[in-house]
């Protein structure tokens, strides 16, 4: 067996693996759990029907977080089409500017000024009493 640097490939087959585990699909896992429970099944009997470790199953039904091979094997466990038990996620806006964020930044540069002007007159008053 020969050393290889973390992130180096031995062939097409790892690269496609690591590229697949970098690749997490959200879904449901609340609805997972009630399928799960409505059959009466324990994770242990759900993992050994869909073909998947039991400790992947308690993982998904914590964090709702699966490979796209773990929820194929789940809908087909469940007789569920994919759409039935992602989560479709809206893409987010790069930047949509708001009021309140507009009105923080506006009294931002309100309380540079009004800081401005308080250290003005107080050297100005400081400078008369001198006198």
């Known amino acids: 067996m020969t050393y290889q640097k973390p992130g ?7 690269r496609e693996m690591s590229e697949e585990a970098a690749m997490k699909m959200k879904l449901d896992h609340i609805k997972l759990k009630q ?20 400790r992947t199953i308690q993982r998904i039904e914590k964090s709702g977080v699966a490979s796209p091979e773990s929820i194929k ?3 087909a466990t469940f007789e569920l089409k994919l759409d039935e038990l992602l989560i479709h996620q809206k893409p987010k806006p790069e930047f949509t500017p708001i009021f309140s964020a507009a009105l923080a930044c506006k009294l931002s540069q309100m309380n540079k000024s009004a800081t401005l002007i308080s250290f003005t007159l107080a050297f100005a008053i400081a400078y008369l009493l001198s006198q």
């Open 8 to 14: 180096a490939f031995n062939d097409n087959s790892d």
């Open 73 to 75: 094997s789940l809908c």
């Open 35 to 54: 399928l799960r429970e409505a059959r009466a099944w324990s994770q242990t009997h759900l993992a050994e029907v869909s073909g998947i470790s039991l």
